[in-house]
């Protein structure tokens, strides 16, 4: 199976920025698409962005559209996630998943245990 690790986390002032990887390792051959999510204190886990391990444009969740870039490194098995101009509202534990060929039921299978955002001054 992919094992997944995310990193670059941390605590930004409003309007920073930072830039999140997901190393993945394991079966990486396996990896159709990556995604990320988030989940904020007292909030439902949301998809942020998602992109496809072969070709194509990543797709975000309106809220975060403009201000965040996810990209894929294949060749280091890496997704990263670029967020600019941060808000206090995009405080949460982000995650990313991978979608595999050993997927059940054509969804993300795979999962990192998260890294923490908080933005705040």
């Known amino acids: 199976q992919v094992q997944l690790v995310e990193s670059g986390g941390g605590l930004v002032q409003p309007g920073g920025s930072l830039r999140l990887s997901c190393a993945a390792a394991g079966r990486t051959f396996s990896i159709f698409a990556m995604g990320w999510f988030r989940q904020a204190p007292g909030k439902e886990r949301e998809s942020v962005a998602a992109?496809?391990?072969?070709?194509?444009?990543?797709s975000y969740a309106d809220s975060v559209k403009g201000r965040f870039t996810m990209s894929r490194d294949n060749a280091k098995s890496t997704a990263y996630l670029q967020m600019n101009s941060l808000k206090p509202e995009d405080t949460a534990i982000y995650y990313c998943a991978a979608y595999t060929s050993n997927s059940k039921n054509m969804g993300y299978d795979s999962w990192g245990q998260g890294t923490q955002v908080t933005v705040s001054s």
């Open positions: 992109i496809s391990w072969s070709g194509g444009s990543p």
